[in-house]
């Protein structure tokens, strides 16, 4: 594909070669036709002054003034003799008799070409009467013809030197004006998507590419807070399997040694490879999410027995950390969802509140229904959490500063957990301020819930 | 030897306290920063293995408050932290190793040895008073081409005494540096522990290499 530059000059040139051209053309024609119309005054001038130099006498015709520039002369009677003249010149057939002149195209002898001029001719005598004449003079046109070869050459030289003038000063024009276009278009060349901190300069664009150049800057942000937020992630995500992993490892090589415990070890590395299981399970459950592959059960679950089951790994590091629960689950506590997802979700609360909440405080779980609804409450200290941070605290990626506790989360749980929530048609909601940090989950109850 | 372990992830914390006592080292171990620094605050630890991710402090604050308090202990940094910048970073805060998880538990004890040879200004692994050689990194003692038969804890006393040889120990240095924050070290556990030692490489009617100066300690080599 041409560059526009190319096309647009391409276009332009043409355009200015055709009308050029045409231009040249008609001039040449106007002008052939004029100076063809003069010769033809110039002929009828001359057969008109032949005209008037002739004398009859004697029988026999003189001939005065008709000009040095007649090539021809001929004057024939009505009835075909040729009283005087050259033999070429041959009269047409027809000739108007009011004495208007008719000139046609001949060629001389010599092959010349010229133009002859005719007219009917009455001549005067002295008994009255007389015959009517045709009388015809003839003028080679070949100079006319080289006037016209020379005029049509210097103006398609002409026509050319504008042409080629013009194409430059176009061209010239056609650089500036799309000068913007072309640094545009090397600008973007150099964008560079593992480098995305490149941005194009906007200043001094016109309206229309400086929209297009704004519209990509935005793009660029968006792909590197993407970067950004991929990288973060998968540098989390890495992070946390780490640590795990070493423990694991090291707990395996110290059982091995004299005096280990391989049985106490194996406890530990279940726990580890349980805690592992639930990190991986929350990475494949955002692709999952990501790739719309997704598709909830609806169906009635036990939000009691499931907050039960999901708390089951938790106790011992409540236990670690001297944190205390407090329960309060009023109601059958029943809900449409699905169980796998709520159980993710829920473990994933749990583990939130338990990583963030300061050593020796407490974590409040309540849960009841009202109506169609069914609200579960899961609430604990976090001094350092304000209402920005429990905006940001579903976002992907984000992870609470504050506490220290960085290292041991990719900040997924808590996204997960709104996107499972909203896919089973409920609604959550962190509040943090006054040093305390709650999440609300509210899901439809099988008292309003539709079964199709 | 005495080291603290400060590390949050609890199993990783119980598995490298436990391979460091089983290497001789008298251990305490705390899963917070801010207990961290108060464990490092005695100052009696040769060796800190430290995770920089802690809830509470950050390591790297907890390791620039040790370094400002003066403290010689040696850092070993053990982290998830894997990028050249972290790895900068943590030696510039004055880590004097850094170890990136995860990672093979001898390769951990090798590089706390290192750490604590530096710590005693020693290159060679095997340190020798005479006739008597121990081989820190293999953990064995001999004399006279005997092999002694030690326990942990017997090792431990002979490498810290032959660590400062020619000098004497004072009983409180063996107490800081041997026994850690639970150890019931109130009792003459020392002058028991001393004497399992004397009668293990000072036996057979051989040279006595371990001598008592009574009200200042113990010296291992070349009588004063």
Known sequence: MMSLRLRVALVCAGAVLVMLMLGAWLTARHVAAGMRAGFDRVLVDHLGTAASGLEFEHGGVERHGQGPEVDGFALITSTGRRLAGQSWMQAPAHLPEDGRPTIVDLAMPDGRRCRAAWMSYLPESDDGQSDRLAIGIAISIEPLLRQLADIRDALLIGAVAVAATLIGVLALLLGRMLAPHGRLAVEVEALDPRLPGRRLATGDLPPELRTIAERTNQLCDRLERAYGLASSFHAAAAHELRTPLAGLRATIEVAGQPGGDPQRALGTCHAIAMQMQARIDNLLMAARIDAGKLVPRREEVDVHALLRSAWEPAPERIRERGLEALWDLQGEGLAIADPEALRMVLANLFDNAISYAPAGSRIEVSCATAGDRLTLRIANPAPGLDADDAARVFQRGWRCASTGDEVRHAGLGMGIARELTGLMSGRIEARAGDGRFTVELVLPAPAGFDYW | ?224
């Open chain 2, 1 to 224: 030897m005495r080291a603290l372990v400060i590390e949050d992830y609890g199993p990783l914390r119980e598995a490298v306290s436990t391979a460091l006592r089983g290497a001789g080292f008298a251990v305490d171990a705390s899963g917070d920063g801010r207990e961290g620094d108060w464990f490092a605050d005695g100052g009696t630890h040769d060796i800190v293995v430290l995770d920089l991710g802690l809830p509470g402090m950050d390591g790297l604050e907890l390791l620039r408050r040790l370094r400002a308090r003066g403290s010689q202990a040696h850092v070993l940094i053990v982290t998830a932290r894997d990028q050249v910048e972290d790895r900068c970073a943590g030696l510039d805060a004055g880590a004097d190793d850094y170890l990136v998880k995860p990672f093979a538990v001898p390769e951990l004890l090798a590089r706390v040895r290192a750490l604590l040879r530096r710590a005693y200004q020693r290159k060679d692994p095997v340190l020798r008073i005479r006739d008597l050689e121990i081989d820190t990194a293999r953990r064995l003692a001999r004399r006279a081409g005997r092999d002694l038969d030690l326990t942990p804890r017997e090792f431990a006393l002979l490498q810290f005494l032959a660590l400062r040889a020619g000098e004497t120990v004072p009983r409180e240095d063996i107490r800081a540096h041997l026994y850690d924050f639970r150890s019931d070290n109130g009792s003459n556990v020392i002058d028991v522990y001393i004497g399992y030692l004397r009668r293990k490489i000072d036996g057979d009617g051989q040279e006595r290499l371990l001598h008592t100066r009574r009200g200042h300690g113990w010296i291992l080599g070349d009588a004063p």
